[in-house]
């Protein structure tokens, strides 16, 4: 019996009025690519990660905090090891800022990177898109030309059979328009 319908169905010419090329780009996951990278740095990376992620927490800035404080009552106070203007204090706070400076900026490049995979990511699926919604306008032009070719055989052909004028105006609006608003390709 299934082989009666698929006799009775009309048959269709293959050719399509339209042929998609889809686009080059390949979605990615952008965590497993920086989890990739992560597991793949150096001991030097790894570091530079973990200090950076230890001196810009806040726990961090109290504990500087209060020692700075704790240090300047201590010596106007207690004890005074550190005359005024502290040079000892200014000499132990700022010495380890330079190469800690170093260190939290490499780690931050390389937290970073994550941000610059997911906007690459984002960017080329962007692209993706507009690709399609450019083919996807192709099709559409290309079927209302196919309508349009249609229509218009289909009115030649009433004629033909010799219907008036008249009785086609009813069926066919006399002012054909087509509006195409077309996306400029940016194949670069």
């Known amino acids: 019996m299934s082989e009666e319908k698929t006799a009775l169905a009309p048959q269709?010419?293959?050719?399509?009025?339209?042929?998609?090329?889809?686009?080059?780009?390949?979605?990615?996951n952008?965590?497993?690519?920086?989890?990739?990278?992560?597991?793949?740095?150096?001991?030097?990376?790894?570091?530079?990660?973990?200090?950076t992620k230890l001196f810009s927490a806040m726990p961090t800035f109290w504990l500087i905090a209060a020692w700075i404080i704790l240090w300047i009552l201590a010596n106007a106070t207690i004890a005074h090891f550190d005359p005024l203007p502290w040079p000892l204090l200014l000499c132990l706070a700022s010495v380890p800022q330079l190469p800690l400076m170093i260190v939290i900026m490499v780690g931050q490049g390389l937290l970073g990177r994550k941000q610059e995979i997911q906007a690459e990511e984002q960017y080329k699926t962007t692209m993706n898109t507009y690709h399609d919604i450019e083919q996807i306008m192709a099709h559409m032009s290309a079927q209302d030309e196919e309508i349009l070719r249609q229509t218009r055989l289909i009115v030649e052909l009433c004629r033909a059979s010799g219907m008036s004028s008249e009785h086609l105006s009813t069926l066919v609006p006399q002012k054909e328009t087509v509006t195409t608003n077309a996306i400029p390709s940016n194949k670069a």
């Open 30 to 51: 952008a965590n497993v690519i920086f989890e990739a990278e992560k597991a793949a740095a150096n001991f030097n990376q790894r570091v530079a990660v973990r200090m």
């Open 12 to 28: 269709h010419p293959s050719n399509a009025l339209f042929k998609h090329e889809p686009h080059p780009h390949r979605i990615q």
